[in-house]
């Protein structure tokens, strides 16, 4: 069965960096696209960053450019965050999840992890 | 605040039906069908219910369908029943450069 594994949250200062983490088990790792999408506490989800099955196409949501970079390693089947200039807003649960359909990037989110949640505060 | 409109709350008893709206633009909900919902019950993980506007997963009971009508999308939840009881989500793609949009998300209690 589909299985994603979240880890490397924590709390982080205002302006420090995080690396998140994804293992992703019981499918072909390296044909779907792979999403982050986080969710602030009490509040709604919202999308954090795409990146296609041949990293061919990469995008980011605009609360995020120029501070998150998202990266896969198709050989050991994770997904990475990589969270640099983090600001107390960044505060939330992180899930990645999987697009539905293999070579899709249409946005539709099959599976998720069971997220972890990233603490920005000083 | 969502790109995507949803009513905060909604409520129906056991069996009943109903209707979660999302309203967007014509940049997402009205120019796509890539229209999605998830269900969310406390401290979990969405759970995809429909995709595609009015596709459902395997799995996903026939008592969920969706519909789109302008730049407004709806689910659909028939014979309603107390596990139905959670938030629920509608997402879309859009053409700004956010490319994917949530709405703010609908407490659904079933009496």
């Known amino acids: 069965q589909v299985q994603l594994v979240e880890s490397g949250g924590g709390v982080v200062q205002p302006g420090g960096s995080l690396r998140l983490s994804c293992a992703a088990s019981g499918f072909t790792f390296r044909t779907f696209g792979m999403h982050w999408v986080r969710q602030a506490p009490g509040k709604g989800l919202e999308w954090v960053t795409l990146?296609?099955?041949?990293?061919?196409?990469?995008k980011l949501a605009d609360s995020v450019k120029g501070r998150f970079t998202v990266s896969r390693d198709n050989s050991k089947n994770a997904l990475y965050l990589h969270m640099n200039s983090l600001r107390p807003e960044d505060t939330a649960i992180y899930y990645c999840?999987?697009?539905?359909?293999?070579?899709?990037?249409?946005?539709?989110?099959?599976?998720w992890g069971q997220g972890v949640l990233v603490s920005v505060s000083s | 605040q969502s790109a995507l409109t949803q009513p905060a709350s909604v409520s129906g008893s056991p069996g009943q039906s109903i209707t979660i709206s999302c309203t967007g633009t014509?940049?997402?909900?009205?120019?796509?069908?890539?229209v999605s919902w998830y269900q969310q019950h406390p401290g979990k993980a969405p759970k995809l219910m429909l995709y595609d506007v009015n596709n459902r997963p395997s799995g996903v009971s026939y008592r969920f369908s969706g519909s789109k009508s302008g730049n407004t999308a709806s689910l659909i939840i028939s014979g309603l029943q107390t596990e139905d009881e959670a938030d629920y989500y509608c997402a879309s793609y859009t053409s700004t450069s956010t490319r994917w949009v949530f709405g703010g998300g609908t407490r659904l209690t079933v009496l």
């Open positions: 014509s940049s997402d909900v009205g120019g796509y069908n890539y």
């Open positions: 999840a999987r697009e539905l359909r293999s070579s899709s990037s249409s946005g539709t989110w099959g599976y």
């Open positions: 990146i296609s099955s041949d990293e061919t196409n990469i």
